[in-house]
């Protein structure tokens, strides 16, 4: 994890996803979370594994948001919807996807830090359950680097290869097999 005292923020980042928690302007004791992944990355874990139309990285990070608000109400704290907008997208590319930044109030910086914690682990949990059940996080807590080279090693390298085939209809098809 990435501590910035200067901004007043959290960081926990690699090539798979972004978790930032920074401080909210005027707003003491509150902060910003904000998360994101890389749809790239993820393709070599997830492809063909959930079916069409659905993809367990984009439902995995849908579903940490919740994940996050759930995981704080639990602690006393309360979590909204923040008006900022999200700025994860400089600097990552093609493929990045984010969420809607939440707003996390009343915090203190050490419920915060457990917060990014949770959502590192929480995140990449949710992702594996739906594309790889069988594979578990290591126990303990794995810094963004670790996390990144444990991903990695989940991914298949030829992994378009070995999906199973699109469902596709021949041209001049109509929905009910006639042509």
Same mark, same amino acid.
């Given at each position: 994890?990435?501590?910035?005292?200067a901004?007043g923020?959290?960081?926990?980042t690699?090539?798979f996803?972004?978790?930032?928690?920074?401080?909210?302007?005027?707003?003491?004791?509150?902060?910003?979370?904000?998360?994101?992944?890389?749809?790239?990355?993820f393709?070599?874990?997830?492809w063909?594994?959930t079916?069409?139309?659905?993809? %367990?990285?984009?439902?995995?990070?849908?579903? +940490?948001? *919740?994940?996050?608000?759930?995981? !704080?109400?639990?602690? /006393?704290i309360?979590?909204?919807?923040?008006e900022t907008?999200s700025?994860?997208?400089?600097?990552h590319?093609?493929?990045?996807?984010?969420?809607?930044a939440l707003?996390?109030?009343?915090?203190?910086?050490?419920a915060v830090?457990?917060?990014?914690?949770?959502? %590192?682990?929480?995140?990449?949990?949710?992702? +594996?359950? *739906?594309c790889?059940?069988?594979? !578990?996080?290591?126990a /303990?807590?794995l810094g963004?680097?670790?996390?990144?080279r444990?991903?990695e090693?989940?991914g298949?390298?030829?992994?378009?290869a070995?999906a199973?085939?699109?469902?596709?209809?021949?041209?001049?098809?109509?929905?009910?097999?006639?042509?």
């Open positions: 994890m990435v501590t910035t005292a901004i923020s959290l960081e926990y690699n090539d996803f972004s978790l930032v928690i920074r401080e909210a302007p005027n707003r003491p004791g509150s902060y910003v979370f904000y998360s994101g992944i890389s749809m790239p990355r393709d070599p874990i997830c063909g594994k079916g069409i139309c659905s993809n %367990a990285a984009f439902k995995g990070l849908q579903q +940490l948001r *919740a994940n996050v608000s759930l995981f !704080a109400n639990q602690r /006393g309360v979590t909204k919807s923040a907008p700025d994860l997208l400089g600097g590319g093609t493929g990045w996807y984010q969420e809607n707003l996390i109030e009343d915090a203190s910086f050490e830090r457990e917060i990014l914690e949770f959502s %590192a682990r929480d995140l990449v949990r949710t992702i +594996l359950a *739906a790889q059940p069988g594979v !578990a996080l290591p /303990g807590a963004p680097e670790a996390m990144q444990f991903l090693s989940h298949k390298p030829n992994y378009k070995i199973p085939s699109k469902i596709a209809k021949p041209t001049g098809e109509t929905a009910d097999g006639r042509c």
